[in-house]
């Protein structure tokens, strides 16, 4: 019962923001993996939401060395196993459940399930996992929540996604029990089907240094 925690740490200490990717056309992925590699963001989730993000995740991670390609918006095992042969090499998902567990434990590509009350988090620890996606952020409680668990649940870090900006960014990665965060606003739906790539790798750029002292 574990977790694949040494996986997982240095891709989500690497950077304090991972972009989270709706993408309409696979098209789109090689200039925007690049640009936000080259903004100082390589690793994103491309999430399960759109029918081209498959063959999105393989372009990706074929076509661009430097990005850390993985994989959210993961609800099922067969989206697990789909997204780890494509070439996933982190799998997100809001919640967690005994299905996607039992997939997390066949192959080697780790799982940052999502947890938000007490008992989802201690569940989780009970599992072995010590590092949780924390969706919806905002709506769920925002920083002010994230801060009241980071005593009682001391032993576990959070992603929170879900309405996170520049703007709040600051107040969630100032926590202790935080140890990244992610978001869309690096990769806006307008600039990305405009082809925006330098504002994007801009957009990056500022998002790669927050919470940075
Ligand atoms: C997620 O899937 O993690 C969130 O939908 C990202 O939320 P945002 O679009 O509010 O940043």
């Known amino acids: ?19 989270v990717l709706k993408i309409e056309r696979a098209a789109n992925i ?13 690793a ?39 997204a780890v042969k494509s070439g996933s090499r982190f799998i997100v998902s809001p919640g967690m459940t005994q299905e996607l567990l039992d997939a997390a434990r066949s192959y080697e590509v780790p799982l940052l399930p999502g947890a938000v009350t007490p008992s989802e988090i201690m569940a989780a ?3 072995g996992y010590k590092l949780l996606k924390f969706f919806p952020a905002e ?5 002010a929540f994230l801060k009241a668990l ?9 992603c929170p996604t879900g309405g996170i900006s520049a703007a709040n960014a600051g107040a969630y990665l100032s926590l202790p029990n935080v140890i990244c965060i992610g ?27 927050l919470g940075k002292k």
């Open 1 to 19: 019962m574990s977790q694949k925690a040494d996986k997982l740490t240095p891709i989500m200490t690497g950077q304090p923001v991972i972009p």
């Open 30 to 42: 090689v200039p925007l993996a690049t640009a936000l590699a080259r903004g100082g963001l390589p």
């Open 44 to 82: 994103i989730e491309i999430t399960l939401r759109t029918d081209e993000a498959i063959d999105a995740i393989r372009i990706a991670a074929s076509e661009v060395p430097e990005a850390i390609v993985g994989a959210g918006t993961v609800l099922r095992a067969r989206q697990y196993e789909e």
């Open 125 to 127: 620890m009970e599992e």
């Open 139 to 143: 709506q769920a409680g925002g920083a």
């Open 150 to 158: 980071s005593s009682p649940l001391a032993d576990v870090r959070f």
């Open 183 to 209: 978001g869309s606003w690096v990769a806006p739906d307008e600039l990305v089907n405009d082809g925006k790539w330098d504002e994007i790798e801009a957009l990056a750029r500022k998002a790669s240094q």
